[in-house]
C-alpha cells in the first residue's frame, strides 16, 4: 500500500471518528435542549402560581383595607357625634388626656 493509499485510508477513519463525535455532540446538546425546556417550563409554572397567590393575596388585602377603612370611618362619625352632642364632656376628655401625656412627655 502506497504513501498516498494510507494517507487517505487514515483521513477517511478520522472522518467516520469525527462523524461519530458530531453525533453525539448534537445527541447530547438536545437533551441538554430538551433539559432546559423542561426547566423552563416549570419556572413559568412556578412564576404563574405565584403571580396568582401575589394577586389573590392583594385582592384580600385591599378588601381588609376597604373593611378597616369603613370601620374607621364609622368610629369618626361616632366620635363626631358624641362631640357635637356633649361638648363640655369632650373638653374635659381632651384635656385629661393632654395632661396626663404631658405628664408622661416630662417625666
Known amino acids: 500500500m502506497s504513501f498516498e493509499e494510507k494517507g487517505?485510508?487514515?483521513?477517511?477513519?478520522?472522518?467516520?471518528?469525527?462523524?461519530?463525535?458530531?453525533q453525539k455532540i448534537n445527541e447530547k446538546a438536545s437533551q441538554m435542549g430538551d433539559s432546559f425546556n423542561q426547566m423552563k417550563e416549570g419556572a413559568q409554572n412556578m412564576?404563574?402560581?405565584a403571580?396568582?397567590?401575589?394577586?389573590?393575596?392583594?385582592?384580600?388585602?385591599?378588601?381588609k383595607a376597604c373593611e378597616m377603612k369603613d370601620k374607621m370611618g364609622d368610629m369618626a362619625c361616632t366620635v363626631k357625634e358624641h362631640v357635637q352632642d356633649n361638648p363640655m364632656k369632650s373638653l374635659v376628655y381632651a384635656g385629661l388626656l393632654g395632661l396626663v401625656i404631658g405628664m408622661i412627655l416630662k417625666s
Open 8 to 22: 487517505k485510508e487514515m483521513g477517511a477513519k478520522a472522518g467516520n471518528e469525527m462523524d461519530k463525535m458530531g
Open 51 to 63: 403571580k396568582s397567590k401575589a394577586s389573590d393575596m392583594a385582592d384580600g388585602m385591599k378588601d
Open 47 to 49: 412564576m404563574d402560581s
